[in-house]
């Protein structure tokens, strides 16, 4: 039954990437029986968790929704935090890619709560950089501000410099909502420095963009260009005609 089921995932793969949606999900019903006939359960939740994934990728909420549903509850049933985790993770996605804010945010919280349930500092940080984002975009920047430096403590805590990189450009985002360019450029700034030493080039360059802004609003116009310029040379040696045009 189990490798009945990995061949019909495949055959429901490849008449996913075609766009034959209803023939891909009669394949995928037939694999999830399988793996329920063989008790593969924890395989039949991720199966399930990775077409949500898919769906919400290609703008299916709805289908993403339902299936992440059924992944949430399997999860559960087996007893999977970190199953669990990401199933909430990406309902709240679902939710607020479809804009129903309240409901993404508490999606999201409870991420946050199977998180530390876990003691799983990584997630935690995760889920917390979801929550913040969805604070900041509905303008709550006090909440955003408070959620992103929990979760940048957790970084630092364990040493995760990516991860520290990523979310001190979201709180410095934050601060430039909150009319704050000076410490918004210097947020920036840190993570500009941390995603120069890790050596990736198209994070670094989201940052300086963040600089630019901050600098613009402080109407301190010469380094605003002078950041332009180093932006415009960065973008070349890495061949971000986009990133080179827009600056």
Do not use: C
């Not at 299936?67 to 309902?91: D, H, M, T």
């Not at 403590?153 to 990516?162: F, M, N």
């Not at 613009?216 to 932006?231: M, S």
């Amino acid at each position: 039954p189990l490798a009945q089921a990995d061949a019909l995932d495949g055959l429901a793969g490849l008449d996913w990437t075609q766009g034959r949606h209803a023939d891909a999900a009669r394949q995928l019903e037939s694999a999830l029986e399988l793996l329920a006939d063989a008790g593969a359960l924890g395989r039949q939740a991720d199966l399930l968790a990775r077409y949500a994934a898919f769906s919400l990728a290609r703008f299916r909420p709805d289908e993403a929704k339902a299936w992440y549903e059924r992944a949430l509850q399997r999860y559960q049933e087996i007893q999977l935090p970190s199953g669990e985790f990401v199933a909430l993770r990406g309902l709240g996605q679902v939710a607020e890619n479809r804009l129903r804010y309240d409901e993404a945010q508490q999606y999201y919280e409870q991420a946050v709560a199977v998180a530390r349930r876990l003691a799983s500092t990584s997630l935690e940080a995760d889920g917390l950089a979801l929550l913040g984002s969805l604070q900041s975009l509905r303008n709550d920047h006090a909440a955003a501000r408070a959620t992103y430096q929990t979760a940048l403590e957790l970084a630092r805590s364990v040493g995760d410099r990516a991860k520290e990189a990523e979310l001190s450009l979201g709180l410095a985002g934050v601060e430039l909502g909150e009319r704050k360019p000076e410490a918004a450029e210097e947020t920036y700034r840190r993570s500009r420095k941390i995603f120069s030493e890790l050596k990736r080039p198209d994070s670094e360059l989201s940052a300086m963009f963040g600089i630019l802004a901050a600098q613009t609003d402080r109407e301190h116009y010469r380094r605003a260009v002078r950041t332009a310029d180093a932006l415009v040379a960065l973008a070349d040696r890495v061949g971000d005609l986009g990133q080179r045009a827009h600056a």
